[in-house]
């Protein structure tokens, strides 16, 4: 079962989150089964955006939706992960071109994402009960570090967002094969009353950093491998059996991370108001009915004309969706 643990340092300003997708991510895949499979680079992708969705929704205090986001400019055009407060996911991409070959079925994301150095990482917050011409929170980074060299891993895009935007030191490990999305997240967390720390020798804050960067090495050195056949018990002993850990109980089942769409026929409806009628009826003209299919569970949903002239007879335009990809 899809599994999430927190834990603390006791005594310590830091903080822990490990997350296994098991069950929930292979639904993902399976679903896929029925339109095109995704290239083993992209289910890779996409197996660590889910599970880095889900460390971040975890990880903020906030009601609504945390959308990961990655604008391509290679062969995949978007990928995208969402997942609501109470930890369920949706993660599927857009692929335009052909993704190259790979023996290991990993490829560094300057050969998929970011080949122009043109490829952005957006993370949206999506407020869930949004007011009227209220904008969702969005933070964009480039895929490259400060000295302008592409990054080649979405942890190191995601630990630089985190710093840039939220100024807190991260250490994120990701990993996924077509049986296991996982994740490892170590943040630091922010000192209270910092005003307080002068006129010590060695402040709280030296300590602070210490054990931090002492906790931060040790979470690095996870090796991707370790992450996807250990289980969450001998990963946190291996690592951190020398410190004092306060975990948590696992999140699991209707309490832990699945898989979840937020499609309806409703949100269908919505979009394809947007389009306007005139753009609709001319579908219902050529093709008989109007056929929209969810990019990220699979379910079709058929508008025929009676149902497209009962949708623009109806009321005022809803806000859109959250997702470009509906
Ligand atoms: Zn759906």
């Known amino acids: ?9 006791e005594g310590m300003p830091v903080r822990g ?29 996409l197996g660590e955006m889910a599970a880095a969705g889900v460390l971040m929704q975890a990880n903020i205090k906030f009601n609504g939706a945390v959308i990961l986001q990655i604008f391509g400019d290679g ?13 369920g996911f949706r993660t599927t991409a857009k692929v335009v071109g052909d993704v190259p070959a790979t023996d290991t079925g990993t490829l560094p994301l ?10 952005r990482c957006a993370v949206t917050l999506d407020p869930q009960d949004r007011l009227p011409g209220q904008q969702p929170y969005q933070g964009v980074v ?5 000295d302008g060299q592409s990054l080649t891993k979405l942890s190191d895009v995601l630990q630089h967002y985190m710093l840039k935007s939220e100024q807190l030191d991260t250490t994120l490990v990701l990993a996924a094969n077509d049986e296991l999305a996982a994740g490892l ?33 040790l979470a690095a050195s ?31 089942g209707v ?11 409703e949100r269908v409806g919505n979009m394809l108001r947007g389009l306007g009628q005139e753009e609709v009826n001319g579908i219902i003209e050529e093709q008989g009915r109007v056929d929209v299919g969810c990019d990220f569970c699979g379910v079709r949903y058929q508008f025929d004309s009676v149902d497209v002239t009962e949708l623009f007879a109806q009321g005022p335009d809803h806000p859109p969706g959250s997702s470009n990809l509906q």
């Open 1 to 9: 079962m899809s599994e999430l643990h927190k834990f603390l340092f």
């Open 17 to 45: 989150m490990l997350v296994r997708l098991t069950d929930s991510w292979r639904e993902v895949l399976a679903r896929r089964q029925s339109a095109e499979p995704f290239d083993p680079p992209v289910r890779q992708l």
């Open 75 to 87: 062969p995949v055009k978007v990928a995208v992960s969402e997942v609501t407060p109470d930890l």
């Open 110 to 119: 300057n050969e998929m994402v970011n080949v122009g150095g043109h490829g």
């Open 142 to 146: 480039p895929l490259s570090g400060d």
């Open 185 to 217: 997240l170590i943040q630091r967390l922010p000192l209270e009353g910092e005003g307080n720390l002068e006129g010590k020798g060695k402040t709280d804050q030296d300590e602070a950093d210490e054990d931090y960067n002492r906790i931060a090495v």
């Open 222 to 252: 996870l090796k991707r491998e370790e992450l996807l056949t250990l289980d969450a018990d001998t990963i946190l002993h291996r690592l951190f059996w020398e410190e004092k850990l306060l975990r948590f109980e696992p999140q699991q």
């Open 255 to 265: 309490m832990g991370p699945r898989f979840q769409c937020t499609c309806s026929r």
